[in-house]
C-alpha cells in the first residue's frame, strides 16, 4: 500500500495479457472556473483482460466516476479512455449504449431490479438482448439461486436481489463486469456470497471485472489493488494470490 | 421563507409541466361553469330588467272584434290591474328586392298618442309617432338591423288587402316580441318578418276595426289568481270571437324565451357539472399520484421527525398554488367565453341591453369547489403515506397489489419486456382504471362539442325530409271550401298541393292543458307525413286524435286515453277526443287529425285553411311572388328559408360550443395522458435509467414506460365512446324544451374524431415524456437511489 506512486506507462504487475481498459490522462469535472469541482485529473490506468481489480479509496475520490466513464455511462471532460479498440471518451450515446449492451455487466449497491419482473425474468430480461447469452437458469445457478427463480425482488432478501443482480449482469457473458459498492448494504455473510458470485462469474466468464469498495478486507480477492485519492490512482498492489470470499476476514 | 415553502415552490417550478396541464384542467372545468352560469344569469337578468321597465303584460286575449265598451267591465274582474285594449293584424310587406316575400305584424298605439300602459316601446332611435299622423311607425328592431331601414324612410305594407305607407319615426324594442319571428316557426327570421307600431286609428281604419279592440292585455293585481281571471275573461270575450286568454306561458316570445332559459339552465348545470366533476376527479387523481410519487420525500420528512401537519400543510399550500393559478385563468376564459355565447344569442333575444353579468359568488365557488376537490385528493394520497411506518415508506412502493402469485403468472410466455408494461397495469389495478377513466373522460368532451352537428343534421333531415316534405306552406287569411287548393295547384311552378286545416285549440288531461294548432291532414297525404317512432308513416284513424309523444309526455297522457279538445275559434265547443296515435316531431309540438273528421268535428264544410306545396325550384322565386299578391294568402312560409337561417344562427352557436368543449377535451386528455407519463417517470425513473445502464436504448426503454400508457389508451378510448353515448343521452334527457326536440344522434365520423382527438392529444403528451426519457442522466438517477 505504500508503493511508490506508478507511472502513466508503467506495465501492471501480473502477466503479459494485452490491456483491455487503457486510460491516459483522463479528467473529469464538473462546473467551471473557481467552483469547479475535478473528480478525475490526469488519471492513467491499464487494466488487463480477465483480471478481477479493486479498486478503493476514501469517499470523493472519483471512484465512481472513473468506473462509470469506464463502463460508458459517462464521458471524460478531457483525455483517453477506451476498451479494446472502442474509443469511449468522444463516442456518442447510441455507441455507448452498443457498448453497454454488448461487453458490460453492471452491479451497483443498489439492486435496481425491475420490481413487476421475477428473479428469472429479470435476468431474462437482459437476455433477450444479448448477443450470444447463456440460460436465465444458468446466470441464476452460478449466484446460487436456482431455487429462488420465480420470487419477485419484494420477496428476495437484499443479499439475494444483488446476486440476481449479479446474475444478470453475466448473462450476456460480458467482457467486462463493473460492481459499484456491491456489498455496500450487506451484512458480512451475504457478503460473501456476492463477492463469490462475481468471483466465480469472473473465473468462469472470463468477464474482466472491477469492484469498488470500501472495504479493505475484500482487497484480497483481487489480483490488483487500485488505491485512489483525489482523482488518482495513488497506489497499486499485486495480490500474489487471490484469496476466496470465504477466505476473507472482514 | 421555512424550508418547506421553498421545497414548494422549487416543485411548482420543477413540476411546471405537470402544474400548468393540471392548473388548465382547473381551468377549464371552471371556465364552462362560470361561462354557462354566466350566460344563463345574464339573459334571465336581461329579461327581468327589460319586462319590468317596460311593464310587459301577464295575460293576453285575442277576439276577433269586440267594443272597446267592453274594457270598462273587464277592468272591473277581480284581479286585473291593468287592461289595455288593442287593434292589431297580419300585414304583407311590399319590400322591394326580397328573396321571399316579407310578411309582418302591424300592433297598434293608444288613440291619445304616447306609450301604451303595458308592453311599452323601448326606442333606440327617433321617437313615438305623433298622435295626429296616421302614416309614421316605429318599426321593431330585428328587421330594422337586419335590412338596415333607418328613420325617414318608407316602408309599403299591404293591410287587409289595400296598400299603405308609413314612413318610419323610430326603431325600438319591445318586451313581448323579444323573441320574434313569423307564427309558428321556431326560428327568427329577421330579414323576411316586420313588426309596426303605429297609430290606432291607421289601423282600425285598415282592419274596420274604429272604436273596437281584436287584443287585450293586462296585468294582475298582487295575489291574483290567473287561471281565475283567464275563465271570466273568456267568458266575457266568448260573444265577440274570443280565442281563448292565455298567461305568459304560452306568450310566443316569451314561451321561447323561457324555454331556452330552461335549456340554457340545463346547459348551465349538467354540462358544468359533468365536466367540472370529470375535472375535479382528475386532478384528485392526477394530484394524487403527484403525492405518491414523493412518497420517499414524505417518509423522509416524516423520519426525520416532522409532524404530520406541517406536511399535509405543505402540500395543501401547493394545491392553492395550482388551483389558484387554474381557477384566474378559468375565470377569465369562462368570462371571454362567456360574452362570446351571450353575444351568439343577441340575434334570437332582442333586448334593449344584455349586459353579461357575473356574481362574484361564481368563481370564488368554483375555484373553492376545484381547491376541496383537489386537496381531497392530495391529503387522501398523503394520509396513505403518512400511515406507513416511516421504514415502508422510504423504500419503493411495492409492485403487487394483486398477489404475487397472480401476478407471475402474468404475461405467461410473453418476452420479459412485454410483461413489464402488462404487470406496471395489473400490478394497481385500481390506479390503473383510474387513469383509464380519466383518459376515457376526455372522449365524451371532445364528443359533447360535435355531436351537436350530427343532432341537429338529423334533426332536419328528419322534419324535413321525412316529415315536411314540401317546399313552402301557405297560410290563407280564411277557411275556404277544399277546391281552393286546386285553383292553386295551377299557379304556373306548383308540381303539388295538399290543403290543410288548422285550427287553435287548447287540449286538457287531467289538470294538465297546452295551446296549440290543431291540424288536419288528408288521408295518404305526401307534403306532410306523419311518421311513428320507428319512422313509418301513420295514418291517422278518423275517430280521434294524434299527438306527437312530447306533446303526450306533457299532457301526461298515452295512446288509447282521452284529451278534451277546446276549439278557440267560431262556436268554441268543446270536445272529449281519445288519442289513437303517436307520432314523432321534432319541432314545436304537434296534433293532427284527419281532415275530414276535424271539418265534422268543427261542424263545418270541406274547409281548408293552409296548403303545402311542392314547387319547382326554377319558377320558385316567382311564385312566392305571386302568392304574396293574391288576396286570400296571408303568409307563405318557404322551407329553404328556414333552412337558411336555420343553418345561420344554429350552426353559429353550436360552432362556439363544440370549439370550446372540443378544446377543453383536448386539455383532458392532455392533462390525463401528460401527469400519468410524468408520474410514472418521475416513479420508474431509476428503473429506466437501470435499464439504460444495462444496455437498453433509449427506445427500448421508451417502448417500456409508454407501452403502458398505449394500452390504457387503446383501453380508454372505446370506454370514452361507450361513456360519450351516455352523458349525450344524460344531457339531452334532462332537457325539456318544446320548441325542438334534438335526438341522440352521434355520427360515426364525430366518434372517429373525438378517438383521434384524444389519441393525438396522447400521442403529443407521450412525445413530449419521451424527449425526457431520452434526457435521463444515467449516473444522477443511479445515485438518487444509493
Ligand atoms: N454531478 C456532479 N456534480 C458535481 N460534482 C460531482 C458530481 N458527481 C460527482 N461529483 C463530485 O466528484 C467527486 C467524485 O465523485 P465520485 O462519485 O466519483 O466519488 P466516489 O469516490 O465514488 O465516492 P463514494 O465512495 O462516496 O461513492 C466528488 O467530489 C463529488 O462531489
Ligand atoms: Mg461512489
Redesign the interface.
Known amino acids: 500500500m505504500d508503493g511508490a506512486v506508478p507511472s502513466a506507462g508503467d506495465p501492471p504487475a501480473t502477466g503479459g495479457a494485452p490491456p483491455i481498459f487503457v486510460a491516459r490522462a483522463l479528467c473529469k469535472s464538473y462546473g467551471s472556473g473557481e467552483a469547479a469541482v475535478h473528480a478525475l485529473r490526469d488519471l492513467d490506468l491499464d487494466i488487463l483482460q480477465g483480471e478481477f481489480v479493486v479498486l478503493i479509496g476514501p469517499s470523493g475520490s472519483g471512484k465512481?466516476t472513473l468506473l462509470?466513464i469506464l463502463?460508458g455511462?459517462?464521458t471524460p471532460s478531457s483525455g483517453r479512455a477506451a476498451w479494446r479498440d472502442h474509443e469511449l471518451a468522444g463516442a456518442d450515446?447510441?455507441a455507448l449504449?452498443?457498448y453497454?449492451?454488448?461487453h458490460?455487466g453492471?452491479v451497483?449497491?443498489?439492486y435496481?431490479l425491475?420490481?413487476?419482473?421475477?428473479a428469472r425474468?429479470?435476468v431474462?430480461?437482459?437476455a433477450?438482448?444479448a448477443r450470444d447469452p447463456m440460460r436465465a437458469e444458468e446466470a441464476l445457478a452460478l449466484v446460487g439461486l436456482s431455487h429462488r427463480l420465480?420470487?419477485?425482488?419484494?420477496?428476495l432478501s437484499g443479499g439475494e436481489q444483488q446476486r440476481v443482480a449479479v446474475a444478470?449482469?453475466i448473462v450476456k457473458r460480458p467482457d467486462a463486469l463493473l460492481c459499484d459498492e456491491p456489498t455496500g448494504a450487506l451484512d458480512v455473510e451475504t457478503g460473501k456470497l456476492v463477492l463469490s458470485a462475481i468471483s466465480r462469474a469472473n473465473r468462469e466468464v472470463g468477464a474482466t471485472t472491477v469492484v469498488i469498495t470500501h472495504n479493505a478486507a475484500i482487497a484480497g480477492m483481487a489480483d490488483r489493488v487500485l488505491h485512489m485519492g483525489g482523482g488518482r490512482i495513488v497506489a497499486i498492489e499485486a495480490n500474489r494470490r487471490r484469496l476466496s470470499p470465504e477466505e476473507l476476514v472482514w | 421563507m421555512s424550508m418547506l415553502d421553498r421545497k414548494m415552490l422549487r416543485d411548482v417550478l420543477a413540476l411546471r409541466g405537470q402544474v400548468l396541464t393540471i392548473a388548465l384542467l382547473i381551468g377549464a372545468g371552471v371556465a364552462v361553469l362560470v361561462m354557462s352560469v354566466g350566460t344563463f344569469l345574464s339573459l334571465r337578468g336581461a329579461q327581468q330588467t327589460f319586462y319590468a321597465q317596460s311593464h310587459f303584460a301577464e295575460v293576453f286575449a285575442e277576439v276577433k272584434r269586440a267594443p272597446r265598451t267592453l274594457l270598462p267591465q273587464i277592468a272591473e274582474i277581480p284581479g286585473v290591474a291593468i287592461v289595455e285594449g288593442r287593434v292589431t293584424g297580419e300585414a304583407r310587406v311590399d319590400w322591394p328586392g326580397a328573396e321571399v316575400p316579407v310578411a309582418g305584424r302591424i300592433v297598434s298605439l293608444p288613440l291619445a298618442g304616447g306609450q301604451p300602459a303595458l308592453n311599452r316601446l323601448r326606442l333606440l332611435v327617433g321617437r313615438l309617432p305623433e298622435p295626429t299622423r296616421h302614416e309614421e311607425a316605429v318599426i321593431h328592431a330585428a328587421f330594422a338591423e337586419a335590412r338596415r331601414v333607418r328613420p325617414g324612410e318608407e316602408i309599403a305594407v299591404i293591410l287587409n288587402g289595400r296598400r299603405q305607407s308609413f314612413r318610419i319615426v323610430g326603431i325600438a324594442h319591445s318586451p313581448e316580441f323579444v323573441f320574434t319571428s313569423r307564427p309558428g316557426s321556431p326560428l327568427p327570421d329577421d330579414r323576411g318578418y316586420v313588426l309596426l307600431f303605429v297609430n290606432e286609428t291607421a289601423v282600425a281604419r285598415a282592419f274596420d276595426m274604429q272604436g273596437a279592440f281584436s287584443e287585450l292585455v293586462l296585468t294582475l293585481a298582487p295575489g291574483a289568481s290567473e287561471p281565475a281571471v283567464i275563465a271570466e275573461l273568456d267568458r266575457l270575450l266568448q260573444p265577440w270571437g274570443g280565442r281563448g286568454a292565455h298567461g305568459r306561458r304560452d306568450q310566443p316570445s316569451h314561451r321561447f324565451l323561457e324555454d331556452e332559459l330552461a335549456e340554457q339552465r340545463t346547459l348551465a348545470v349538467t354540462v358544468p357539472l359533468i365536466f367540472f366533476g370529470i375535472a375535479a376527479f382528475l386532478l384528485n387523481v392526477v394530484l394524487g399520484r403527484m403525492v405518491e410519487a414523493q412518497r420517499e420525500q414524505v417518509a423522509a420528512l416524516k423520519a426525520l421527525g416532522y409532524p404530520s401537519f406541517p406536511i399535509a400543510a405543505h402540500y395543501a399550500k401547493f394545491v392553492a398554488v395550482v388551483c389558484g393559478l387554474g381557477a384566474a385563468l378559468g375565470v377569465a376564459a369562462g368570462a371571454w367565453m362567456g360574452e362570446g355565447m351571450l353575444g351568439n344569442y343577441r340575434p334570437f333575444f332582442r333586448f334593449p341591453e344584455m349586459p353579461y353579468l357575473l356574481p362574484a359568488w361564481l368563481p370564488l365557488l368554483a375555484a373553492a369547489a376545484s381547491f376541496a376537490f383537489a386537496l381531497l385528493g392530495v391529503l387522501a394520497a398523503l394520509r396513505r403515506i403518512l400511515r406507513l411506518p416511516a421504514a415502508e415508506g422510504l423504500r419503493p412502493p411495492r409492485p403487487a397489489a394483486l398477489g404475487a402469485g397472480a401476478l407471475g403468472s402474468v404475461g405467461g410466455r410473453l418476452s420479459a419486456r412485454a410483461k413489464i408494461p402488462l404487470r406496471g397495469l395489473l400490478g394497481r389495478p385500481i390506479r390503473t382504471g383510474l387513469t383509464m377513466l380519466g383518459i376515457a373522460l376526455a372522449v365524451p368532451m371532445v364528443v359533447l362539442g360535435l355531436f351537436w352537428w350530427d343532432a341537429l343534421d338529423s334533426m332536419v333531415a328528419l322534419q324535413f325530409d321525412r316529415i315536411e316534405r314540401g317546399d313552402a306552406f301557405v297560410a290563407l287569411t280564411d277557411p275556404r271550401p277544399a277546391r281552393a287548393v286546386r285553383e292553386m295547384a295551377r299557379l304556373p311552378g306548383v308540381l303539388a298541393v295538399e290543403g290543410q286545416r288548422i285550427v287553435p285549440v287548447r287540449l286538457r288531461a287531467a289538470q294538465r292543458s297546452h295551446l296549440l294548432a290543431l291540424s288536419g291532414l288528408p288521408e295518404g297525404a305526401t307534403l306532410r307525413v306523419p311518421r311513428d317512432a320507428d319512422l313509418r308513416p301513420v295514418q291517422i284513424p278518423r275517430e280521434g286524435v294524434a299527438l306527437s309523444r312530447r306533446l303526450a309526455e306533457r299532457l301526461g297522457v298515452r295512446e288509447g286515453d282521452r284529451v278534451q279538445v277546446e276549439v278557440l275559434e267560431g262556436a268554441r265547443r268543446s270536445h272529449d277526443l281519445p288519442v289513437v296515435a303517436l307520432v314523432e316531431d321534432i319541432i314545436g309540438l304537434t296534433a293532427l287529425m284527419e281532415i275530414g273528421a276535424l271539418n265534422r268535428l268543427l261542424r263545418e264544410d270541406d274547409l281548408i285553411s293552409h296548403v303545402a306545396l311542392r314547387v319547382d325550384p326554377l319558377a320558385a322565386q316567382a311564385l312566392w311572388q305571386l302568392l304574396a299578391e293574391r288576396p286570400r294568402v296571408a303568409a307563405t312560409s318557404v322551407k329553404a328559408v328556414w333552412l337558411r337561417v336555420f343553418d345561420e344562427v344554429i350552426a353559429r352557436m353550436v360552432l362556439t360550443s363544440a370549439v370550446i368543449l372540443t378544446g377543453f377535451g383536448i386539455i383532458i386528455a392532455v392533462g390525463v395522458v401528460y401527469n400519468s407519463a410524468r408520474v410514472a417517470l418521475q416513479e420508474r425513473g431509476w428503473e429506466m435509467a437501470s435499464l439504460r445502464v444495462l444496455g437498453f436504448t433509449r427506445q427500448e426503454v421508451a417502448r417500456l414506460l409508454l407501452g403502458e400508457l398505449a394500452v390504457a389508451v387503446l383501453i380508454a378510448v372505446p370506454l370514452g365512446l361507450a361513456l360519450a353515448q351516455g352523458f349525450v343521452a344524460l344531457i339531452l334527457g334532462a332537457r325539456n324544451n318544446e320548441s325542438f326536440d334534438i335526438p341522440a344522434t352521434i355520427s360515426p365520423a364525430t366518434f372517429a374524431t373525438a378517438a383521434l382527438v384524444v389519441l393525438g392529444a396522447a400521442a403529443a403528451s407521450a412525445i413530449v415524456v419521451r424527449r425526457r426519457i431520452d434526457r435521463l442522466d444515467l449516473v444522477a438517477a443511479l445515485k438518487a437511489r444509493e
Open positions: 465512481s462509470n463502463g455511462l459517462d450515446e447510441a449504449t452498443a453497454r449492451r454488448e458490460v453492471f451497483f449497491q443498489s435496481n425491475i420490481p413487476s419482473l421475477t425474468e429479470n431474462e430480461l437482459v433477450e438482448i420465480g420470487h419477485f425482488p419484494g420477496q444478470r449482469a
